[in-house]
């Protein structure tokens, strides 16, 4: 059952911005994170941004102060808003929640991004 959709991926230029979503398909606060991790064509997956049950949000180094993760909880939907772009930042980045019980994992299938300079 497919729990989790992303969206809002795309082409842009370096400095640019792109605005990613998840929707879930129930209620967010059934979470107790949700995640947006980045994979680039060579690394990794990394985590990028978090944000939890209360509302906390944590960012990796290289997000800090370029992105930015909400949520709207009416739309059952988290937000990655991605500014100042870089090159790097290109690859494909996945929605990832986590439930309070062992097991309660879910991914999306990922939105690409393709950042050029």
């Known amino acids: 059952q497919v729990q989790l959709v992303e969206s809002g991926g795309g082409d842009a230029l370096a400095g640019g911005s792109l605005r990613l979503s998840c929707a879930s398909y129930?209620?967010?606060?059934?979470?107790?994170?949700i995640n947006w991790y980045h994979q680039s064509p060579t690394n990794q997956r990394e985590l990028v941004a978090s944000i939890s049950n209360l509302g906390i949000t944590n960012y990796a180094d290289s997000a800090k102060g370029r992105f930015t993760v909400s949520r709207d909880t009416s739309k059952k939907t988290v937000y990655l808003q991605m500014d100042s772009l870089t090159p790097d930042d290109t690859g494909v980045y996945y929605c990832n929640a986590n439930g309070f019980n062992d097991g309660d994992t879910h991914w999306g299938p990922g939105t690409q991004v393709t950042v050029s300079s």
């Open positions: 129930r209620n967010i606060f059934t979470f107790n994170t």
